[in-house]
């Protein structure tokens, strides 16, 4: 499901008008990002409200497990507003911001909740002094602590409040196209700019600068029928599908939705509820994770059921041979066993081994394989001690019990699937959110993003090395590399996540060059990394007339601009296009867009211990953890926004 958009968060605050004069019954905090709201309405029915921090909010009469012991969050959300009544619930600006007032005596509260990435639940009193956040938060233009003054992010253009000219001037300053204009610089998110495009019936990718009058007032004019709709309150929600599956959920039809079927449903919140995963993170992590476990394990019966019924079938097959062959297998067996009984026979037993049919005899590890045509060839071990019908008997019972084993497979397959049919109602919507989750091109690699925007892509070995070199590196690229033997390809992109041309900066080369040398093996033998860039043209694949070049190695040829690099690097959950990751680099870049993070030299701590650590902390698996890492122990030189301890057994 995609993020809430402001329009969407206007719709779902036009039905939380129902919640006015209800009173707070109880305040849980149910999980680390999510608070559970019991109210009771003036005519005494009880809902919860339901509010996941940067993500959504929704009213649900929908039953949730709740802690024995409340957080220290919750115990002050409930010394100050339970009891309280609402008074207003209201969207800031044309923001990603909900308020929600609360009346408790003669104190006023306000609970601000931000739906944004890297959002946060806020507990404001009647002076805007802050009395909790779920999150301590420290951003360039505001501090969100206990007792400092609340303040609200930069607000957007509000599109109720805008005028021609300024939509115009809007649109004509911007250097990107028609779609990206109205879903970033005014804050309308993709899916409802593309719709806005559609209904004016102007090219989404046009670029704004080369728009001519008509064409901005139409788009104008297009805006101001769809924000009626808003003011008006005439919602009509929706579920939008694709082949039975849900696609989407808008507070009313779309035209870029047209091709696929609407099931209309009563309220935008009951819509929300089918697209989002209301338990709590723990809860569906630990589902997902019984599921996967279920998934392997069902993997691993179907396996060893099919193995059993090969080999039955094998087995099976041999007694049918041996019968077939019963006069030449018994002849065998009878010369055998005559040969065993004398002294000397070591002849005897070359000559058997010379038969074209007797694959493999050794008397004394008491083995004798014979080798049976029928159709393909089949080879047989026989108990030469026995005679023909006594070995088939023994083959025709060994089938019967993997047919029994293969019975039994099938029994535990069974059950197996149906723990996973009572799962699966319960993880479809967070395993299709984990399906879904946005991914780049440049997450193949190592990567990371510069301070200047530009991308930064390495390989992790040999055969990504040459991948990507041969389908990545384009002209206005910088090849860079660590002066040392094994280190990693990387190279300095001239674009930006979306491919849109950034310039090569000297801060981007810097970065790059840093972001080579801590990856390479330098940063278990020395403080610093002798690095190198060069351009594109430089770089070949073609050796030395005599030479050979492996998998993953190039040749350079011409100057080479050298850096010293310091083996520092660090790493941080930063948002990229408003999607959460974590992300691996040069210090500068990575504190530049992040507030969690940690920043590491070469030391003493061991690299799995801390990654295991450190996966905890970012909400990743820890072998995702160990990619991001560099190739050696590590130290925490600095630390932001974490408290890293091992947990204790």
Known sequence: MRELSSFDINAVVAELQELIGSFIDKVYQIDKEDLLVKLRKPQGDKVFLLIRSGSFIVSTTKSFSTPKKPSMFAMILRKHIENGRIKSVEQHEFDRIVV???????????????????????????EGKIVMPLKHQVWAHRTVKPKENYVFPPAQPNPFNLSYKDFASLIKKSGRDLVRTLARDMGFGGLYAEEICARAGVEKNMVTREMDDENVKRVFETLQGFLKVFKEKRFEPVVVKKDDEILDVTPFPLKVYEDYGFEPVKGFSKALEQVFSLQPRKERKRKVEKRETLERQLRKQKTMMKGFIEKAEEKKREGDLLYRNYQKVDELLREVQSILKKKDKEKDVERIKGYDFVEEFEPT??????????????????????????????????????????????????????????????????????????????????????????????????????????????????YVHADIHGAPSCILKNVDVNGKKVDVSEKSIEEACEFAGVYSKAWKQFGEASVYW????????????????????????????????????????????????????????????????????????????????????????????????????????????????????
């Open 100 to 126: 929600i007032t609360v009346v408790k005596g003669k104190d006023v509260f306000r609970l601000i909740i931000e739906l944004f990435s890297n959002g946060n639940i806020v507990l404001v009193d009647g």
């Open 365 to 478: 590890e008491n083995l004798l394989k014979l080798r049976i045509k029928d159709g393909s060839e089949h080879v047989i071990q026989l108990d030469f001690r026995k005679g023909v019908a006594e070995n088939a008997q023994a083959a025709y019972e060994s089938s019967k019990k993997l047919r029994e084993k293969a019975e039994g497979a099938k029994r535990a397959i069974q059950e197996t699937v149906e723990k996973l049919k009572g799962l699966e109602v319960e993880t479809h919507e967070v395993v299709e959110e984990k399906k879904k989750e946005k991914r780049w091109w440049f997450e193949r690699f190592r990567w990371c993003v510069t301070s200047d925007g530009n991308v930064v892509v390495g390989g992790r070995d040999a055969k990504s090395n040459e991948i990507l070199v041969k389908k990545h590196m384009k002209e206005g690229d910088r």
């Open 534 to 649: 060069v351009f594109p043209s430089q770089v070949s694949k073609t050796p030395q007339s005599g030479e050979y070049l492996p998998k993953g190695a190039f040749v350079v040829r011409g100057k080479r601009n050298y850096m010293r690099c310091k083996m520092e690097m660090a790493v941080g959950v930063v948002s990229i296009e408003n999607v959460e990751k974590v992300m691996a680099g040069p210090v500068s870049a990575v504190k530049k867009r992040s507030n969690r993070f940690v920043v590491l030299q070469p030391g003493d701590l061991e690299k799995n211990r801390f990654a295991k650590m450190l996966a905890k902390k970012f909400n990743v698996d820890v072998e995702e953890m160990l990619k991001l890492l560099p190739p050696g122990d590590v130290k925490v030189v600095e630390n932001r926004g974490l408290s890293l301890q091992e947990k204790k057994t």
